[in-house]
């Protein structure tokens, strides 16, 4: 088990490493939002019951706030440009 504070530091390391917003996909609530941590969006309907989805958004830099986030699934690789 990771705690929540541990992911917030771990997507802020991954967010200095890549120079990106970092995308955290979840399923659970984290809490009270912090260190530029944003909650995007709680999914809580799914057809499995049980299943529940929150989004949040690790910003690289307060100041470039429309940068696109960097979804990663097990690869440290740059999304595709197209």
Request: aromatic letters at 8%.
């Amino acid at each position: 088990p990771v705690s929540g504070r541990e992911l917030i530091r771990k997507a802020e390391n991954f967010a200095a490493l890549e120079h990106r917003d970092v995308l955290l996909i979840l399923n659970y609530d984290l809490g009270p939002e912090g260190d530029g941590l944003v909650k995007i969006r709680s999914f809580d309907q799914s057809i499995v019951k049980d299943e529940r989805y929150v989004l949040y958004r690790k910003s690289y830099s307060m100041d470039d706030a429309i940068q696109r986030p960097l979804c990663v699934s097990g690869n440290h690789s740059p999304p595709d440009s197209r």
